[in-house]
């Protein structure tokens, strides 16, 4: 996958990079997202405890439902914090229609419904892998309602 933007991310401010993947978001949006998808770090969990993430609201059911074992390593929870917010946000975006990435000004990625709500998914990830709550599928269910404009 050529992504050109990766090649500079890694020397700009937050601002600059915020900036960058908001021009490869809006110049590529199934580039990123499938970037954003890759969640290797939850995959491993997920593969490991008998799960196949398949990309559907199920999967964030069946996540929900796993022993939290990754929080014996401090280490590993913010970076499967993240891999599950981006996941949750790959699950909206696959399944709420016009539900797409967003990038705020501090490079922070969120989803952005139809509705012209945002969801920091990311937010969300950080704080299941954290302690349990909000439940991936209950986010989940809160946006799609909100994409459906309830």
């Keep these: 996958m050529d992504m050109p933007f990766l090649a500079h991310w890694r020397n ?19 580039g990123v997202g499938e970037l954003f998808a890759e969640c290797e770090v939850l995959s491993v969990h997920a ?5 196949e993430l398949d990309g559907t ?6 996540l929900d439902q ?8 401090p280490e590993v929870v913010p970076w499967l914090g993240n891999d599950a917010g981006f996941y949750l946000g790959t699950v909206i975006i696959r399944t709420c229609p016009g539900a797409r990435w967003q990038v705020w000004p501090n490079g922070q990625p969120v989803v952005r ?10 937010e969300s990830g950080v704080s299941w892998a ?3 709550s ?15 404009g309830r």
């Design 134 to 148: 909000p439940e991936l599928s209950q986010a989940y269910a809160e946006a799609s309602e909100g994409a459906e």
């Design 57 to 62: 609201p199920a999967s964030l059911e069946a």
């Design 130 to 132: 954290m302690t349990g």
């Design 66 to 73: 796993l022993m939290p074992r990754w929080r014996r390593e």
């Design 12 to 30: 700009r401010s937050d601002t600059q990079r915020g900036a960058g993947l908001a021009a490869a978001v809006a110049e590529d949006p199934a």
């Design 47 to 51: 593969r490991a405890a008998g799960l």
């Design 113 to 122: 419904l139809a509705s012209g709500r945002e969801l920091n998914v990311i």
